[in-house]
């Protein structure tokens, strides 16, 4: 198959939509043997652009935090609650339940609030 797609796209008129399509697959011709070769290798990286998508959707607003700490602040609770998600948590339930027990935690305790050692009560 990549004979024949080098070979055709030798004949096809520079600029056209199958020249672009021809280029496209030989471009990625590695990620795709690789795909082949390896059966756990997932087709496409949706479940990693979910994951992202909605970073890159506030991104712009986040530039309007108010001043450099309160972008600073603001990056730390998002990443509690995305690394929340990830370990299988609510991010609601989380958040309620750290907030609730912070104030009458000892200080050698805090690290126990974080996502991946936090267990509900």
Not at 46 to 68: D, H, M, T, Y
Not at 99 to 111: A, H, K, Q, V, Y
Request: glycine share 8%; aromatic share 8%.
């Amino acid at each position: 198959m990549h004979a024949r797609l080098w070979a055709q796209r030798q004949r096809v008129p520079e600029g056209g939509a199958t020249a672009r399509a021809i280029h496209y697959s030989l471009e990625r011709w590695g990620a795709l043997m690789r795909y082949l070769e390896e059966g756990a290798v997932p087709i496409d990286n949706n479940w990693v652009e979910n994951q992202i998508c909605p970073i890159a959707l506030g991104r712009k607003n986040w530039l309007f935090a108010g001043s450099l700490r309160a972008g600073q602040r603001a990056a730390v609770v998002m990443s509690l609650l995305h690394s929340a998600r990830l370990n299988g948590h609510g991010p609601h339930a989380y958040m309620n339940d750290v907030l609730e027990r912070l104030p009458t935690l000892p200080g050698s305790c805090i690290s126990d609030l974080l996502p991946h050692r936090w267990t509900p009560i």
